[in-house]
């Protein structure tokens, strides 16, 4: 074996705790009621710790330098093994190998699934003691959706992006990546969009806030047998949390943290929606005007809080506290007896209903401070034009066209379909500029055809995983889709050569007018020539929001495929066989936004395909690269309502289509 090869099996057995148990006879001991408490990304002194031996990890290797100063930072990882609290060192070398480029290059974090396969298993596979696991109903109806393996490595890896004690560095100067706060509200508040629409499909209000914390919670959630294994080869088991019951004060070792007493937390609740409603923070010693980017780093609470208490329990005179943190902490812990419950680990928080509660009350406070700015002012807009129309209600803009995979040929020029078969022509016998395509065959030169659909298809899956200890075959359930492709039409209005940001936006049609409904579906730059009518082909897998490379169901059904390894922040994002909602068996409407902006809103690497999810992660060792607001335009209200604003500019349109899913 190679020397790099050797450094991917010491990563893999690190991450997957199978380390230890090399070479010895007895079988791994089960830990379930932890003598110690285990390692939480959302107890700060807990990740402050991660990036210090992270940190450390990078001065080591830097000292050596190379590949061998990438060997000794992890043997000296090893030699941490078993001195650190229970999951802390696996934590420290998914930090190390993200943010240190010498060891990304070097060695890959494995999948989830494959790390931890126990962690990400259907509830459904995994009743414990008899009881039946998963969400409550009618909860469970989505378990499918909040379990899905993928959702739960992405929202694990975006903390692993975005530490909020700062990035480690060799130097020990742990700053945040750009925009750290902003993207934290922005990232979270896109999971709830999407979560809703999903909820609204199977017939169930969106997500209520949890923002009584004294109000029983009547959805519980039951891990089953859910559990990781340490790198010192012990295994965490997570606890149930049972439907009708209550947070309390925290006692133990987490009495001391700020929000502790629940009359604290909500103490911190009302000044953080005092501050985003006046947009001050009143009450600091001095005050300071509210941004997205300082409500976020605030609330969150990272070290760019406005009142960071630092690492210790014991600074107790904070008046903006650590208030979503100390929520993950009240809800894994809502009756201080440990083992934690799911919400305690970024990998697991989502399968459980009140982590959407706990977000959608977090993203209340953000929707305060958003609803007090004054409104964008789209006066700036691109001098384009792109095509829209109302018919019996719905929105008929005949310049947003769709074609699945099965509508074009096996092989296929997007750009010249785009420009043959929708495009605009001086010769009238070849002009279909004016042509509504909905669901139409067009026939092309080549005698190969094209048809246009309003009708996106996802299908239920199914992959099998291989559970740990004992080894155990389990099947998923999970999500996907049919590939589709976008072909927008856009006209230059001016003569000059226009450079645009293309920006895609999804809502349930029954939600168009509530502007926090809107999923971020892509954004992409396009340049236009001097009255140019052009005929936008975009291929759906290279939406910014996903991770790259897109990963099919063909790819994870197969367990070889390196696509499916982490390549650390590259891959950062949502999966691809999530990006449309499920939808129905009938068919679900929802309404596809399309506005341009200027060209100088993004800043993208020259290479086309740019890796990683710009929306969601931002780009590497750079600044985030969308000048606007994340969410723009949905990231304010419209005083007159979003129909009217589409109306009375010619930069946005918006079309209504179906998502139907094939074999619900
Ligand atoms: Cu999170």
């Known amino acids: 074996m190679t020397q790099t090869g050797d450094l991917q099996t010491k990563v893999n057995d690190i991450l997957s705790g199978h380390g230890k148990e090399k070479g010895a006879s007895a079988p791994t001991p089960v830990e379930t009621a932890a003598s110690q408490r285990h390692f939480s990304p959302f107890v700060n002194e807990d990740l402050e710790r991660a990036v210090a031996l992270a940190s450390e990890l990078m001065r080591i290797a830097e000292n050596k330098g190379g590949e061998a100063g990438v060997v000794s930072a992890l043997q000296e990882i090893e030699q941490k093994s078993g001195t650190e609290i229970p999951g802390l060192v696996q934590y420290a070398v998914k930090l190390f190998i993200t943010h240190y480029p010498q060891a990304r290059a070097l060695v890959k974090v494995k999948p989830l699934e494959e790390r931890q396969p126990n962690l990400i298993a259907p509830s459904k596979a995994l009743k414990f003691a008899g009881e039946e696991a998963g969400s409550t109903p009618p909860e469970n109806i989505l378990d499918f959706w909040r379990e899905d393996p993928l959702i739960n490595e992405h929202h694990e890896h975006w903390h692993i992006v975005y530490p909020m004690s700062g990035r480690p560095s060799p130097s020990g100067g742990y700053e945040l990546g750009d925009r750290h706060g902003e993207l934290f509200a922005y990232m979270h508040e896109q999971m709830i969009a999407r979560y809703d629409a999903e909820r609204l499909a199977v017939g169930l209000s969106r997500v209520d806030r949890f923002s009584d914390y004294r109000a029983t919670i009547p959805q519980g959630y039951n891990p089953g047998n859910l559990r990781l294994r340490n790198d010192d080869g012990t295994w965490y088991q997570f606890r149930a949390r049972p439907a009708g019951a209550t947070i309390s004060d925290l006692t133990g070792d987490f009495a001391k943290r700020p929000g502790a007493k629940l009359v604290n937390q909500e103490a911190f609740r009302d000044r953080l929606f005092e501050a985003a409603k006046t947009g001050i923070f009143q009450e600091l010693p001095s005050q300071k005007p509210v941004k997205i980017d300082n409500l976020g780093n605030t609330e969150e609470a990272n070290i760019n809080s406005v009142d960071y208490y630092g690492s210790g329990n014991e600074k107790n005179n904070l008046i903006y506290g650590n208030h979503h943190n100390d929520g993950h902490i009240h809800l894994m812990l809502f009756d201080n007896i440990s083992p934690f419950g799911v919400m305690a680990e970024t990998a697991t928080a989502v399968r459980d209903p009140i982590f959407w509660r706990w977000h959608k009350h977090v993203d209340s406070i953000f929707h305060t401070w958003k609803e007090q700015q004054p409104p964008h002012d789209f006066s700036d807009a691109p001098p384009v034009k792109i095509r829209k129309a109302t018919t019996n209600g719905k929105a008929t803009s005949l310049d947003i066209i769709l074609c699945r995979q099965d509508g074009l040929p096996a092989e296929f020029n997007g750009e010249q379909i785009a420009s043959e078969a929708f495009g605009y022509s001086e010769n009238p016998e070849q002009n279909n500029w004016n042509t509504d395509f909905a669901n139409t065959t067009v026939k092309l030169s080549s005698g190969e055809t094209v048809t246009t659909t309003f009708e996106l298809l996802t299908q239920m899956e199914q992959r099998q995983i291989q559970l740990d200890d004992p080894p155990e075959t389990v099947t998923i359930d999970y999500l996907s889709h049919d590939d589709f492709y976008y072909f927008i039409r856009v006209e230059n209005s001016s003569d000059q050569i226009q450079k645009l940001t293309v920006r895609i936006f999804l809502a349930p049609e029954t939600e168009v007018e509530d502007w926090s409904s809107w999923i971020e579906m892509d954004k992409f730059l396009y340049r236009l020539d001097g009255s140019q009518r052009a005929v ?129």
């Open 536 to 664: 936008i082909f975009r291929r759906a897998d290279l939406s910014s929001v996903i991770r790259k490379p897109a990963l099919r169901p063909e790819d994870l059904a197969n367990p070889d495929s390196s696509l499916r390894d982490q390549q650390p922040w590259c891959d950062c994002g949502w999966p691809y066989t999530m990006l449309l909602p499920r939808g129905t068996r009938e068919g679900m409407e929802f309404r596809l936004f399309v506005m341009f902006s200027s060209g100088d809103d993004l800043n993208l690497p020259e290479q086309p395909e740019c890796c990683t999810s710009i929306s969601y992660c931002g780009l590497q060792d750079t600044d985030y690269p969308d000048k606007r607001d994340m969410g723009y335009p949905f990231n304010r209200p419209f005083p007159k309502g979003i129909s009217s604003a589409i109306a009375q500019y010619d930069n946005m349109a918006w079309r209504t289509i179906q998502i139907r899913c094939k074999n619900l």
